[in-house]
């Protein structure tokens, strides 16, 4: 999902003045209800807005910001630009999937011999798939991409991409996607079944992250931008005096624009949930229970938690809904206690290249906060022990 050039703007800003991303990649304190609507908020397609392919570049500003701030985005953006373009002579298949990821921040590019203009990524990704066809990572990135442009003809792409990855789940999920943007029950059937007998599910979150990371790494953290106001915050989170890194940086972005990069679990939710009592057919129920059990085993916590909670639904009136019900539980303190995490970079990277929930466990479970204890409950009132 490409964020809007509002949240692009935004992705620079967390960058300048390092709010909230520290923690993780997820808003801290949301119970997982308003983590769903979050989702679904983030999931649907939007429009890509017309550009003036004539028009010249120019840097962002940011609404709102001061000078001294303005100007460090300016500049945070044209070293991101100068990136892209590197990228652009690398050719690689990593390296234009590192364009396809970066090119959302640049709200705007010159057009060239040199510098595409922006959305040429999308023509780059599909040529990179016709000349490296067995390639998993790009037919996913294309396919992913494609989806997320209404103008796109997603439906080659996602075929190809289940041609290639036949056993991830998190590809079936994105031909759910497909499948429901046509409204054929029948093929919303079929393809929920073959998501059922996928064996794997990698909806690579945390290779976005890292991809995201490896592309800016080695970005300064330009002049403008190493004010007292920044040094301030930063101290406040990672409890040192040392200005950020080329690599804390990197860290930051890659986790911000990770949080736009949500797998496509709106369709298959309204496929295996929002449909009238009494129509769902017992075909369609064990397809669904069987897709989100393998998302709620999931060690990201926004798979864990939707996972989790569908599941909680699917099973009403079952002998599991109560085992699904105390993981649902459980999900909910995970999230009242992500303000007790720590906040630095390193901790957030571990989390990621850890594991998401097994991270937070572990790292609740030294401070005396983990597991949840049993008289906790997260019903009325949001999250507090009783």
């Known amino acids: 999902m490409h964020p809007s050039p509002r949240l692009a703007a935004s992705i620079v800003l967390v960058v300048l003045l390092l709010a909230c991303a520290m923690g993780g990649w997820w808003q801290w ?44 985005a300016k500049e945070v953006y ?7 373009e590197e990228l652009a002579g690398i050719g690689s298949p990593d390296a234009v999937i590192g364009r396809s990821m970066l090119e959302p921040m640049l709200l705007t590019l010159p057009v060239g011999a040199v510098t595409p ?47 290639v990855e036949p056993d991830n789940l998190a590809g079936w999920l994105l031909a759910v996607r497909e499948a429901a943007r046509a409204r054929d029950e029948a093929v919303i059937q079929a393809t929920l079944e073959a998501a059922a ?22 970005v300064p953290l330009p002049a403008s931008c190493d004010t007292p106001k920044l040094r301030r915050e930063w101290a406040a989170t990672q409890r040192s005096t040392a200005p950020p890194t080329p690599s804390d940086l990197a860290a930051v ?8 990069q949500v797998p496509a679990y709106v369709e298959a939710r309204g496929a295996c949930v929002d449909q009238p009592a009494g129509t769902r057919s017992q075909a369609r129920l064990m397809a669904c229970r069987q897709v ?30 109560a085992r699904w019900q105390e ?60």
Not at 78 to 84: D, E, P, V, Y
Not at 210 to 216: F, G, K, T, Y
């Open 327 to 386: 993981q649902k539980r459980r999900v909910a303190w995970l999230f009242t206690n992500q303000p007790a995490l720590d906040r630095s970079v390193a901790a957030a990277v571990q989390r990621w290249n850890e594991g998401e929930v097994s991270a937070m466990q572990r790292e609740l479970a030294a401070k005396g906060l983990w597991p949840p204890p049993s008289s906790w409950s997260s019903e009325a009132g949001g999250a507090r022990p009783r």
């Open 117 to 163: 203009p922006l959305l040429e990524t999308d023509a780059e990704l599909a040529a990179a798939v016709r000349a490296y066809p067995q390639d998993p990572d790009l037919a996913w990135y294309h396919a992913n991409r494609c989806l997320n442009d209404p103008a796109c003809d997603a439906g080659p792409a996602v075929d190809h991409l289940l041609a």
């Open 29 to 72: 304190g949301r119970s997982p209800t308003n983590q769903q609507a979050a989702v679904a908020a983030r999931a649907v397609p939007t429009a890509v807005p017309a550009r003036d392919r004539g028009a010249p570049a120019s840097p962002p500003t940011m609404a709102g910001a001061s000078a001294a701030e303005d100007a460090c």
């Open 78 to 84: 044209a070293m991101h630009r100068r990136r892209f």
């Open 253 to 260: 972005v890659a986790i911000a624009v990770s949080a736009a």
């Open 197 to 218: 007998n996928a064996t794997d599910y990698q909806p690579r979150i945390v290779d976005g992250f890292q991809r995201m990371r490896d592309v800016l790494k080695d």
């Open 292 to 321: 989100f059990s393998k998302i709620a085993d999931g060690n990201a916590l926004i798979d864990h938690s939707i996972g989790t909670s569908v599941m909680a639904e699917l099973t009403a009136g079952t002998a599991e809904h």
